[in-house]
């Protein structure tokens, strides 16, 4: 027999085994403990609050950095769910007068009590891991996230975003450095759309 042969049935006889023992009644029956125990994981009102932002956002980005003009830019942002827990970001503006293209995914780590997401964009080959908090009053969750990230020029710097979501407006600000060296960047305040 091959080695191919021997691979394939070294593979298929654990299934047979188990589609046989499944037939025959071998398996134990599972109490309503093991039952519970096996029940997908439910979203928390952290992740509720994140996947109230899914849809079309559109508005303005203005950004100024230290020893650039600013600008200013229109913004479209669509956000769609990833099941329950998670969100994915599409961003179309325009940056330093070329398009920029932003891709995103956000979520909840319930056992951290964190928010978590990543950002990667078409200026940079880096991809920025961030995490921070969530917080809720009334209609306004607010957001703040802080990761590394480089600067228009390159260099790798500590920044943080700061959301400030209700049902159909956001405003988004953006930081750069740390402490008394950190600046603000950029805003963006957007409106939903659909």
Known sequence: MSSTR??????LLPLATLTAAASLGVFPEQDDADAAAMQMPQPTEAHKR???GVGVWK???KASYPGMPPMSSEVTETVEALGAFHTVTDFHAEFMGVPYLGHGIMGFDE??????????DNMS???SFMRGTVKTKGDTT??????????PTGEMLPHRNVSVH???TYRMTFF???GDAEVQTMTLDLTRSE
Request: no cysteine; net charge negative; glycine share 12%.
């Open 6 to 11: 021997l691979l394939i049935a070294g593979l």
């Open 50 to 52: 994140m996947l109230e």
């Open 59 to 61: 508005g303005v980005m």
């Open 111 to 120: 056992a951290k009590g964190e928010a978590f997401g990543t950002w990667t």
């Open 125 to 127: 080959p880096h991809t």
């Open 142 to 151: 607010t957001i703040e996230m802080r990761y590394e990230a480089p600067t």
């Open 166 to 168: 209700t049902k159909d």
């Open 176 to 178: 750069m450095g740390e």
